[in-house]
């Protein structure tokens, strides 16, 4: 946004007149959601921010609303367009130290956006606070004060907003966790920065959605012939620990592969055998029967992790598969551990592989990137990415993927009740499944996130993962209706 702002000014559009639209979209926002708001309590931070909300004071004010003003210290450190904003506006104002919260009031929040650099002071956390506990209805403009808008952590204490007026983009902090609950309903509004500066410096970043992926989904012909659709192999563990597998294997078959094959230790085929029909099954005991295995090139995706167990195995396994597509999962990832540069050397050249992990298996094949507080999610798998030369589904309600070259894609259609048992199993399945079909790995991890994420809403609050399986849908091939930009 700094670069986009810069380029609106040299194409001479005035970045007042920004502010006012910002501030103008601010007040029609609360007029809309408050229209019985005894008073708006404009708190006004010393930056850009606390200008967008001087402006909307004013606005507020002149359609007759009753609007209190209180500054967070000296005006006379405004400066640029926010200093042009207090010396156009003519509302008493107080020091934000004498703001008592009341219930009543409506609070338009302007007091940090885009420029938070630190951690909020005690006196402003503790107002915080207070507004929170009389649960005072706060409108933020731009963010939520407090919420970091590249990382969406919180920096000390930040509001919690009903509702978050942003412009012109999504910025990562609404939609990385706890940002986006922090933002309460975003609206993101058009202050009128024309639509080609804007994209012309649209970031690798973006949200997951059909835009993404929609073209790699073309390519798949539902009509195909079942070997045309591919044949996704998914490596089950013994039999007590099978159901993970079986999971993913069945993902799979829903998710489109022509063909799925099982591959199990041969005590385990009794009891898969008793669970599966359309699913085939093949024994392999050893590293003999493996080779044997993968020397049959028509088989195109692996999944190797869900309830596998037999670490020594795992990376042996995975080590004979190493010029294959293969997605690595749970117990797999964790196989690594001691480890982890074996598996990132072995997948070196053309990306095949996709790892799953949640943040404890994160922590496990790079635990120094989970402990460096100051990387935000994007960071972390942005980094593991490159190091791993792997895509990275970097798993949560907020799920982050990442690809070697930088790209990196931020989920948001995931309902809370996703996290649940077996749910990770069938998204391993499902990108395996889109891995076979011939699905680039990073546009098979983004689609298959995207329809687990569909599937968790389709399945409901309190599904099981049997409901989830059930409830898988085919991927939309137009993206139109549902590219947002
Ligand atoms: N195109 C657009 O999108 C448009 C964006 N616009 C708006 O501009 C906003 C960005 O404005 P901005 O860059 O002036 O930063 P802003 O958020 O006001 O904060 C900076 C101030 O806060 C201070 N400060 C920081 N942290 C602090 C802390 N913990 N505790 C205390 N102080 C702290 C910092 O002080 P300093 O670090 O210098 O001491 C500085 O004074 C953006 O969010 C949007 O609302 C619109 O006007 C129109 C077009
Ligand atoms: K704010």
Same mark, same amino acid.
């Not at 073309?218 to 490596?235: C, E, N, T």
């Not at 990770?424 to 079909?437: E, K, N, P, R």
């Given at each position: 946004m700094v670069k986009v702002d810069r380029d609106a000014a040299v194409s001479g559009i005035s970045s007042f007149g920004l502010m006012r639209a910002a501030g103008h979209a601010v007040a029609a926002s609360a007029l809309r959601h408050y229209?019985?708001?005894? *008073?708006?309590?404009?708190?006004?931070?010393?930056?850009?921010?606390?200008?967008? #909300? @001087?402006? %909307?004071?004013?606005?507020?004010?002149?359609?007759?609303? *009753?609007?209190?003003?209180?500054?967070?210290?000296?005006?006379? *450190?405004?400066?640029?367009?926010? %200093?042009?904003?207090?010396? #156009?506006?003519?509302?008493?104002?107080?020091?934000?130290?004498?703001?008592?919260?009341?219930?009543?009031?409506v609070?338009?929040?302007?007091?940090?956006? %885009?420029?938070?650099?630190?951690?909020?002071?005690?006196d402003v956390a503790a107002l915080m606070r207070t507004v929170t506990?009389?649960?005072l209805p706060v409108i933020a403009i731009d963010l939520p004060s407090g919420v970091d808008g590249r990382s969406g952590q919180v920096l000390g204490e930040s509001f919690q907003a009903a509702q978050t007026v942003t412009f012109m983009t999504r910025k990562p902090g609404h939609l990385l966790l706890p940002g986006r609950t922090l933002c309460g309903v975003l609206q993101v509004i058009n202050i009128g920065i024309p639509a080609r500066i804007v994209t012309s410096h649209r970031a690798s970043l973006v949200e997951n959605t059909a835009a993404l992926w929609h073209k790699a989904v073309?390519?798949?012909?539902?009509?195909?012939?079942?070997?045309?659709?591919?044949?996704?192999?998914?490596?089950?563990?013994?039999?007590?620990?099978?159901?993970?597998?079986?999971?993913?294997?069945?993902?799979?078959?829903?998710?489109?592969?022509?063909?799925?094959?099982?591959?199990?230790?041969t005590e385990a085929l009794p009891t898969l055998a008793a669970h599966l029909t359309a699913i085939m099954l093949r024994p392999v005991d050893t590293d003999e029967m493996l080779s044997d295995l993968v020397k049959d090139t028509r088989l195109n995706a692996f999944v190797l992790g869900p309830g596998f167990g037999a670490p020594d195995r795992a990376r042996r396994y995975v080590a004979a598969l190493s010029d294959r597509s293969l997605v690595l999962d749970a117990d797999g990832i964790t196989a690594f551990r001691d480890d982890p540069q074996f598996l990132f050397a072995a997948f070196r050249g053309p990306v095949r592989l996709v790892l799953t992990p949640h943040d404890g298996e994160f922590s496990r094949l790079f635990?120094?990137?989970?402990?460096?507080?100051?990387?935000?999610?994007?960071?972390?798998?942005?980094?593991?990415?490159?190091?791993?030369?792997?895509?990275?589904? @970097?798993?949560?309600?907020?799920?982050?993927?990442?690809?070697?070259?930088?790209r990196v894609a931020i989920n948001a259609n995931a309902p809370p009740w996703l996290?649940?048992?077996?749910?990770?199993?069938?998204?391993?399945?499902?990108?395996?499944?889109?891995?076979?079909?011939?699905?680039?790995?990073?546009?098979?991890?983004?689609?298959?996130?995207?329809?687990?994420?569909?599937?968790?809403?389709?399945?409901?609050?309190?599904?099981?993962?049997?409901?989830?399986?059930? %409830?898988?849908?085919?991927?939309?091939?137009?993206?139109?209706?549902?590219? *947002?930009?």
């Open positions: 229209p019985e708001a005894t *008073r708006f309590v404009c708190l006004c931070g010393l930056g850009n921010n606390g200008g967008d #909300a @001087l402006i %909307a004071a004013a606005a507020l004010a002149g359609s007759g609303a *009753r609007v209190a003003v209180y500054l967070m210290g000296d005006p006379a *450190r405004f400066t640029g367009d926010a %200093a042009r904003a207090f010396a #156009a506006v003519s509302i008493p104002h107080q020091p934000l130290d004498t703001y008592v919260p009341t219930i009543g009031d609070v338009i929040d302007g007091l940090f956006g %885009a420029g938070l650099s630190r951690a909020v002071s005690s506990d009389l649960t073309q390519v798949l012909d539902p009509a195909a012939h079942k070997y045309r659709r591919g044949h996704l192999i998914v490596f089950s563990g013994a039999a007590p620990s099978s159901g993970a597998a079986r999971m993913s294997a069945t993902a799979g078959l829903s998710a489109g592969a022509g063909l799925v094959t099982m591959v199990a230790p635990p120094d990137l989970a402990a460096d507080t100051a990387l935000s999610k994007i960071d972390r798998a942005t980094i593991a990415a490159e190091r791993s030369n792997a895509v990275i589904i @970097l798993k949560g309600s907020d799920t982050v993927i990442s690809e070697p070259n930088g996290a649940t048992a077996g749910s990770g199993d069938v998204l391993a399945g499902i990108v395996g499944a889109h891995l076979a079909q011939g699905m680039p790995p990073f546009e098979a991890a983004t689609s298959a996130v995207w329809r687990h994420g569909v599937a968790g809403n389709k399945a409901g609050e309190g599904m099981t993962a049997e409901n989830l399986l059930r %409830a898988i849908r085919p991927l939309p091939r137009m993206p139109s209706s549902l590219a *947002r930009p």
